[in-house]
């Protein structure tokens, strides 16, 4: 086993397990192999004595679930080895939460993926097909039609509690600053 050597329990390298699905509220950590690990998270610039330890994690990979949108967090291992032991804890791979809103503009210029006012997404559509659970889709004022050819094609929402807002001229940073009436 990877984390055992002549008896002694060495913990996981950082090259040895990865981060990876990353969203606004959640991200998977793989680990090196089947095995029994703890983990150990952390918000960026905060001590290691306030880590959430989640303990006794089986199997190749697991969820880290309850994660603060567009926050950088370091993530630390460790291996239970087979004597109950465990290892000393691994140094931490580094990631960072995606925010919590997604943008549309129809004019925007960017990357088109509603990152941000400048990367909006350009199509309603996209939008509500990229959503995830949690995630707010703020839409820059302007009359947006799913298909010019058909007007009787309408919009498709597939998430149940769908958080659409309006009303925005494109460089808000919080709902407030919205005018709804606009």
Not at 52 to 61: E, M, R, S
Not at 86 to 107: C, E, K, L, M, R
Not at 158 to 169: D, E, L, Q, S
């Amino acid at each position: 086993a990877l984390g055992i050597n002549s008896g002694f329990c060495f913990p996981p390298t950082t090259a040895d397990f990865s981060i990876t699905n990353t969203s606004a509220t959640a991200t998977d950590i793989i680990y090196p192999e089947s095995n029994t690990y703890d983990i150990a998270i952390v918000e960026d610039g905060m001590a290691f004595s306030s880590a959430v330890l989640i303990n006794n994690q089986t199997g190749l990979n697991a969820t880290i679930p309850n994660l603060t949108p567009n926050t950088t967090y370091n993530v630390y291992l460790r291996t239970l080895c087979d004597y109950a032991s465990p290892s000393a804890w691994s140094g931490f791979n580094q990631f960072t939460t995606s925010s919590s809103i997604v943008y549309v503009d129809q004019t925007a210029s960017g990357a088109n993926d509603g990152s941000s006012w400048v990367n909006a997404y350009t199509n309603v559509q996209t939008a509500l097909t990229n959503y995830t659970t949690g995630t707010e889709i703020w839409v820059k004022s302007g009359t947006y039609i799913p298909n010019f050819i058909d007007t009787a094609i309408s919009f498709n929402i597939t998430v149940n509690n769908t958080k659409i807002y309006g009303g925005f001229a494109g460089t808000e940073t919080s709902l407030l600053q919205r005018n709804i009436i606009a």
